[in-house]
Every structure is written in C-alpha cells, then in structure tokens.
C-alpha cells in the first residue's frame, strides 16, 4: 500500500510555471507506475501525465505535450510535474496516481491509490 500527498498547487498568471510535487509513503515506491490526473469544476478527471517504473518512459495528453513534464526521484519516493506555459483551461484540481506494476495507464480505473489533491488556478 502507498499514501500519496501532493504540493505545490497554486494561483499563477497565463504564462507562468508551476512545479507539483507528490510524496508517497510505504515500501516499495519503485514498484509503482505514477501518473498525474486533473479534475475542472463540471469535467471529469482526466490523464495528464504518466512515468513508467524507472523513469525512462513518460506518456502525456495531448493538450500538455510540449508544456508539462513528468519526472520521479525513486531515492526520495517522489514524483514531479513541472507545468510550463500555464492557461486558463489548464485550471483544475490536480491528483497524483500510483499502479501497482509496470504498465502506465492513462485512465482513472487504471490507478489503485490516489492523493487528496492540490488546487492548480490559472488567470487571463
């Protein structure tokens, strides 16, 4: 089992960079694929990002391609998304995502333990 506990969330003009951090608790954190969802008011969570169990393969929607990077330090039990070139409709409630196992999914089904959530707001 692993508990998870995202950082960094914030309020940033059109343009601006923000880095989220999540922290994941329990043995084994190497064991798991991490990805990172986001949820808007009204919208269902959606893939944002994944990372393999090395590190060596990421995946990325395709409205974040180019803006967002997804990274993990497994000596630290951590994971990464530095958001770059924020919009307005990147706004949402971020979460943090580990499965158990080598594959990445890139739906919500696909993900056995969640984090609570950080706030991520974007102004024109």
């Known amino acids: 089992q692993v508990q998870l506990v995202e950082s960094g969330g914030g309020s940033v003009q059109a343009g601006g960079s923000l880095r989220l951090s999540c922290a994941a608790s329990?043995?084994?954190?190497?064991?798991?694929?991490m990805g990172w969802f986001r949820q808007a008011p009204g919208k269902e969570r959606e893939f944002v990002a994944g990372?393999?169990?090395?590190?060596?393969?990421?995946g990325y929607a395709g409205s974040v391609k180019g803006r967002f990077t997804i990274s993990r330090d497994n000596a630290k039990n951590m994971v990464y998304l530095q958001m770059n070139s924020l919009k307005p409709e990147d706004t949402a409630v971020y979460y943090c995502?580990?499965?158990?196992?080598?594959?990445?999914?890139?739906?919500?089904?696909?993900?056995?333990?969640w984090g609570q959530g950080a706030q991520v707001t974007v102004s024109s």
């Open positions: 329990g043995r084994s954190f190497s064991t798991y694929a």
């Open positions: 990372i393999s169990l090395s590190g060596r393969n990421t």
């Open positions: 995502a580990a499965n158990y196992g080598i594959d990445v999914p890139t739906t919500v089904r696909g993900y056995d333990y």
